[in-house]
């Protein structure tokens, strides 16, 4: 097993991090670890690949990637384009292949904005942002360093059925042609397992298959993030395909239960690698093409856990996971008001469960294509920080207020305001902040807000279940 490796930010230079913050402490955590850990997943990981891991606040993060040592050559970790960056400035091992605020606040703190992850065209809140001075780079980079917030810069679809009334913009750079939103990085990781490509599945089209959209995705990503003057080859792009569809990463050590494959635990990346995934798999409307009915009981990673014995803390912590789980798998939701699903249905209340959305087994996110509106990105929710944009629906006259119109910027269509897709839940721990403006800041800021928009009514203790649970997936 090989731990506490960092991969290079960007082409040539070594990051050093993780080593600089590796204490007495978490090397006796970590010998602790190697040494209590069962040997066959490590065979099976000699066999098959290489593991990768590094601590984060709940223990720690794991990716198995299925083609052996990390290969740094790939152009993933290559400068293509013209400001210095690769797709590693903004997805690395380390937060589950996403960034966090904590590691671009260190990263800010010890390059300031000479790492290529501080660049105005998208990095800034607004591309013209003054970035003259360090005072001048804190407010530029403010949405980054605070909630790990891309600027995400959309045109309005020339057929949409609705036109922008009204912006009010903090950073008064959108406009009513081209909007700017503000996104979290989803993961390049645990790709074999998706259904849509980024949040509002803009890579998708009709018979397109997966593996076409990410080739689309590296190519944009690299005009894109990285200011390309021209697109890289066939042959990179299907190198950063190759490369990134092979790493699964996952929680591996909870740093209350232990190492998350113990006593008949299915946690970690090694067991995800061997999940089995097809588009529509445990779909409950009726969209798996075997045709089997929906199984509410989608995550079965820690089913084990429930019957182990002890009163000591680990087993506690162990039962509180799997607790956590029957919760997230059992626990009654009364889904109102969801668009995508209410609406489509034509249901005011659909009696469902977390995994009438999060459906993927022991996975997470819906199987099939399906964006939903739960309103995230509702005006009611709207902080400070965001813009908010008043939307009039041409046909029908309603106006509708919200801070990211989501799959409505690609389809035009006034039905999907607010739609993104629900993402895979893997490597949760490593990557706060969540949903797709970072607005929880915590697992259990996310598990408020359903409590509050579901009206749950759940109990402290099935909180911290819950978020047991999530933070060892
Ligand atoms: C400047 C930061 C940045 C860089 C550089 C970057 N990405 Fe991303 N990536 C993001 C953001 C932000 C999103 C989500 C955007 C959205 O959905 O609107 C994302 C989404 C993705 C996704 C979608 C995952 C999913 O669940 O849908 C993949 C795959 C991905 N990036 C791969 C890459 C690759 C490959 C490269 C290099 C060619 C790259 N990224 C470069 C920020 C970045
Ligand atoms: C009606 C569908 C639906 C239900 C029910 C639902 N979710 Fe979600 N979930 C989503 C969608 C859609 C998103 C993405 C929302 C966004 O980013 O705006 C999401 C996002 C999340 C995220 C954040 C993931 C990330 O990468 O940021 C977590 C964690 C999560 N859900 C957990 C839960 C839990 C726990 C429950 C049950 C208490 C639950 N969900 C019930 C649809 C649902």
Not at 137 to 154: I, T
Request: charged letters at 20%; proline letters at 8%; aromatic letters at 6%.
């Amino acid at each position: 097993m090989k731990s506490e490796s960092s991969l290079p930010a960007r082409h040539g230079q070594f990051k050093t991090r993780a080593a600089r913050s590796f204490t007495p402490i978490l090397l006796v955590t970590l010998l602790l670890a190697i040494a209590t850990s069962p040997r066959a997943e490590d065979r099976l990981a000699e066999g098959r690949g290489e593991r990768l891991s590094h601590q984060d606040k709940a223990g720690m993060i794991s990716t198995f990637n299925i083609n052996g040592p990390i290969d740094t050559d790939n152009p993933f970790f290559q400068d293509l384009g013209s400001n210095g960056r690769s797709c590693a400035t903004c997805h690395q091992p380390e937060d589950a292949w996403s960034i966090t605020p904590r590691h671009i606040r260190a990263r800010f703190n010890a390059g300031g904005a000479r790492d290529p992850l501080f660049r105005p065209n998208d990095g800034a809140v607004c591309p013209d942002a003054d970035v003259s001075s360090p005072r001048a780079q804190r407010s530029a980079y403010a949405l980054l360093l605070a909630k790990g917030l891309l600027r995400v810069g959309l045109p309005v679809p020339d057929d949409a059925e609705f036109s922008v009334l009204a912006i009010d913009d903090p950073y008064h750079c959108s406009t009513p042609l081209e909007l700017s939103l503000y996104r979290r990085p989803l993961p390049s990781a645990n790709l074999p397992f998706l259904s849509a490509v980024m949040w509002d599945g803009r890579e998708n089209a009709p018979g397109r298959s997966i593996l076409a959209a990410l080739k689309i995705q590296a190519k944009n990503a690299t005009l894109g993030h990285a200011q390309a003057q021209s697109a890289p080859t066939e042959e990179q792009l299907d190198q950063i395909v190759a490369f990134e569809t092979r790493l699964f990463t996952a929680q591996s050590r909870d740093r209350n239960a232990g190492p998350l494959r113990a006593r008949g635990g299915k946690g970690g990346p090694v067991a995800l690698s061997t999940q089995t995934f097809f588009i529509g798999i445990n779909d409950p409307l009726g969209g798996n093409p075997t045709g089997a009915p929906f199984d509410p009981r989608a995550f079965t990673l820690f089913a084990r856990w429930g019957n182990v014995q002890g009163g000591d803390r680990q087993s506690r912590a162990r039962r509180a996971i799997a607790r956590g789980e029957a919760i997230f798998n059992t626990r009654p939701i009364q889904i109102s008001g969801v668009a995508g699903l209410n609406d489509n249905l034509g249901i005011a209340v659909i009696p469902g469960t977390c995994t009438t959305c999060h459906d993927s087994p022991n996975v997470g996110n819906h199987s099939v294509v399906a964006p939903l509106n739960i309103g995230v990105s509702d005006a009611s929710r709207r902080t400070p920080d965001l813009p908010l944009f008043t939307l009039r629906c041409k046909t029908t006259g309603a106006v509708i207020e919200t801070s990211d119109p989501g799959r409505a910027m690609i389809s035009g269509r006034c039905a999907d305001i607010g739609k993104v897709k629900g993402p895979i839940l893997r490597g949760l721990a490593a990557r706060p902040p969540y949903f797709h403006n970072g607005s929880a800041a915590s697992l259990r800021d996310v598990v408020e807000f359903y409590d509050e928009r579901f009206k749950l009514v759940l109990s402290e203790r099935e909180k911290s279940d819950l978020v047991a649970f999530l933070r060892a997936l």
